[in-house]
């Protein structure tokens, strides 16, 4: 070699970086190159110093991005040069601990094809065993207690290594070098099936429990991130049994196909939706349903979509395998409590519903829900954003100078805590109104601040008094408080989601948000940057009446839109029939205000044409009713209403239009599903033209749709497209939920703009 040409540099690499193989891939890259050096964790990430000639140490430093391995995400690469040692060969050395944590935790991650080979493989020591992973698979942020990301800092701890897994576990070329979950049969967790009683059932639990689902019981099933519920998903029984058994539920159930065949006989798989379904985060996908899939009516009651996954770990993995077809899977818990994680819990709470438990000893420290998303034009849509994300941050383009901790909002709620240019968003913590979702609350945030020691100096919360986010906010002492506007955080996570700081336009639709003004919004047109927005466009306001029972009853927000349209001239409508009894206390009540809030939502104008159209007077969760008005549309209709505009404000009278059109529309006997599709289309069209109008005052050619509504992909793709054809620049959400799920991430970058804005 010659002398004069060699070099040492110091590397540090940030990102995912650890828990994903990263240093057996350095290991084999300074071989590859013929580089000295060493590589090893500290809390910042991998630092690496390596020795060699000029060129080849620029060819190992592009490479370390180049080619990292599947899990990693290299945020930086910073090099630095130092005096050259001549200490020759390469090295792993011990993990550094101390202050200052910034490393990032990997999410849940599915298993990888190599371990798929080993499962199947009887010659192989992990054949059939249902906790097998490596560097590139298995669970991590719902094991993981503390930081630096070790073993010890695991719920794997409670498991010595054998020998071999020892060995692989200290082998710089085996693809188990530090897995910190690394396990076999001889020590790693053990299957159990027990009745519901809690009593052990003899023979393989994995039989057993294959046993039971075919004879159409409910069978508690310990996953990842906390307990689900399944049965057979084409047993109509079993489906309804478990149906009835969870109270009040009546939100679609997700279903698990044991691979691609198999999900393919269940829903229309277009191809931009594979790289989705069979990825490593493994979400719940909304796909189309065959008409000819095997799965029984009451899974998705009323819903034209499915949502599907595959499985995601070896023990879901061999029970599809060995069953042959799919299989229910959802949330373990009672109708809206959070998903039951914890073992004891799960025997008291899961018991009056499973007929037995398929559960092992792997404890899960944090719960994580499975994720949903729709596929939106190539690319996700997130609708929950769970197992499989978290605790991946958002990064974004600009810094949050000073940690910031966002409450989020009540419903779906997330937090978020940020610094650097790094958003962590929690995982999906469920409706905050009862004392078990306060309290994963308040321990993920706990939890969270201690894994990316995250102090925050700053706290942002929702502007609605009664929230519980907002109220545990306003309790925290001696730190900066900033309330953000509701709609003004969602078209902030939407400029986040897409790294752009506006300003733009902003259309915020959604279910209900506390307005500037103390009243309910939900139907905005916005100019907004991060730092603030302008209202400049809104659906004129209707009465709620019963306040909180019209949310529960869509048939009420009816009687308000068809009382602010005809007054007492009412025409006759199946609707009003139907509640011949309370219909005239409920239009005195909307015209009294008394308990009657007036509000521009939306979401409260899709629940009044749900209504009308006899599709839901009733809802058991938020969106129900907007949801089966967007299935009801017939798709080959693509004629909309024609809103005229009327007056100063954007927005403002299309509310009373669009009512109005449906009711000429029932009167004359259209077919609801074409009334359902020519709603969505005029009202997307009169978003456009409102557009098009705040374009000509503003100047501004971008537009920010967010909101719950828009997880309603009928209608975003018609505003796309018409938004699009007008000159306009759509920005759509790909990384976070549109719905409320996304809100903390808007709050916390607000409240990082309104700082530098000073
Ligand atoms: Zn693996
Ligand atoms: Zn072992």
Redesign the pocket.
């Known amino acids: 070699m010659d002398q004069v040409s060699v070099a040492r540099l110091h590397v540090r690499v940030e990102g995912i970086v650890q828990g994903v193989g990263f240093r057996p891939f350095v290991h084999a890259l300074a071989a590859e190159h013929r580089l000295a050096g060493f590589v090893g964790n500290d809390t910042g990430g991998v630092f690496v110093e390596i020795e060699g000639a000029g060129p080849r140490l620029a060819a190992f430093v592009a490479d370390l991005r180049r080619r990292a391995p599947a899990l990693a995400q290299v945020e930086r690469v910073t090099t630095e040069p130092v005096v050259p040692t001549g200490q020759p060969g390469f090295v792993i050395v011990t993990s550094v601990t101390g202050a200052g944590r910034t490393a990032l935790i990997s999410p849940d991650t599915a298993?990888?094809?190599?371990?798929?080979a080993e499962l199947s493989d009887p010659a192989d020591r992990r054949h059939g065993y249902p906790f097998?992973?490596?560097?590139?698979?298995?669970p991590r942020f719902t094991i993981v207690t503390d930081v630096p990301y070790d073993r010890r800092a695991t719920t794997m701890a409670a498991f010595p290594l054998c020998p071999d897994c020892a060995a692989e576990y200290a082998d710089p070329t085996n693809?188990r070098f530090h897995?910190e979950p690394v396990c076999c049969p001889a020590c790693g967790p053990t299957l159990r099936l027990v009745t519901a009683g809690g009593d052990p059932v003899p023979g393989p639990p994995l039989d057993g429990a294959v046993r039971w689902l075919r004879d159409g019981r409910v069978v508690a099933l310990k996953g990842l991130g906390g307990y689900h519920l399944a049965v057979r998903a084409d047993d109509e029984q079993a489906v309804a049994t478990l149906r009835a058994r969870k109270h009040r539920e009546e939100k679609p159930f997700a279903v698990m196909a044991a691979d691609l065949p198999a999900a393919r006989a269940l829903v229309d798989v277009a191809p931009a939706a594979v790289p989705v379904l069979t990825g490593a985060r493994r979400p719940v996908v909304l796909l189309p349903r065959r008409p000819d899939a095997p799965v029984a009516a009451s899974v998705a009651p009323d819903n034209r979509d499915l949502g599907v996954m595959l499985p995601y770990t070896p023990l879901h993995q061999l029970l599809l395998g060995r069953l042959g077809m799919p299989i229910v899977l959802t949330s373990g818990n009672v109708s809206d409590e959070p998903i039951v994680h914890r073992d004891d819990d799960a025997r008291a709470r899961l018991a009056g519903i499973a007929d037995g438990f398929l559960t092992h000893d792997r404890r899960i420290h944090v719960r994580a829900d499975d994720s949903v998303v729709r596929v939106f034009r190539g690319r996700e849509l997130p609708v929950r954003r769970s197992r499989g994300y978290v605790p991946a941050p958002v990064t974004v383009p600009w810094r949050f100078d000073r940690p910031v901790l966002a409450c989020g909002a009540e419903l779906k709620n997330t937090f978020c805590l940020a610094k650097g240019r790094r958003a962590f968003l929690s995982h999906h913590i469920g409706d905050l109104e009862n004392y078990e979702t306060l309290r994963a609350f308040t321990d993920g945030i706990e939890h969270f601040g201690r894994l990316f020691d995250i102090r925050p100096q700053v706290v942002a919360h929702d502007l609605h008094p009664e929230y519980l986010s907002t109220k545990y906010a306003l309790r925290r002492e001696g730190i900066e408080l900033v309330g953000v506007q509701h709609h003004h955080a969602h078209i902030a996570a939407c400029l986040a989601d897409n790294g752009e700081p506006g300003p733009v336009l902003g259309v915020a639709f959604d279910g209900l948000g506390y307005g500037s003004d103390g009243t309910l919004w939900g139907g905005e047109l916005l100019v907004a940057d991060l730092a603030g927005f302008q209202r400049v466009g809104h659906l004129d306001a209707v009465p709620l009446p019963g306040g909180p029972a019209a949310i529960r009853e869509p048939w009420r927000m009816a009687a308000a839109y068809l009382d602010a349209l005809y007054g007492d001239a009412l025409p006759d409508l199946p609707v009003l029939r139907r509640h011949e009894r309370r219909w005239p206390a409920v239009v005195a009540l909307a015209r009294s205000g008394l308990n009657s809030p007036r509000t521009s939502s939306v979401g409260r104008l899709f629940d009044a044409v749900s209504a009308l159209l006899d599709l839901r007077d009733h809802v058991s969760y938020e969106g129900q009713a907007a949801i089966a008005l967007e299935q009801r549309a017939d798709r080959d209709e693509r004629g909309g209403y024609r809103v005229e505009a009327s007056g100063p404000v954007p927005l403002a009278d299309v509310g009373r239009q669009l009512v109005g059109h449906v009711v000429d529309d029932l009167l004359a006997g259209v077919d609801p599903g074409r009334i359902a599709a020519r709603f969505h289309y005029g009202l997307a069209d009169a978003v456009v033209r409102a557009a098009a109008a705040a374009r000509d005052s503003t100047g501004l050619t971008s537009v920010a749709l967010s909101g719950g509504v828009f997880q309603n992909v009928l209608l975003l793709d018609r505003v796309v497209s018409g938004l699009e054809a007008t000159g306009f620049r759509p920005l759509v959400h790909s990384r976070v939920p549109p719905n409320d799920a996304g809100i903390s991430l808007g709050q916390a970058v607000v409240a990082a703009a309104r700082h530098a804005a000073g």
Do not use: I
């Open positions: 298993t990888c094809p190599d371990c798929l097998t992973n490596c560097t590139n698979c298995g693809r897995a």
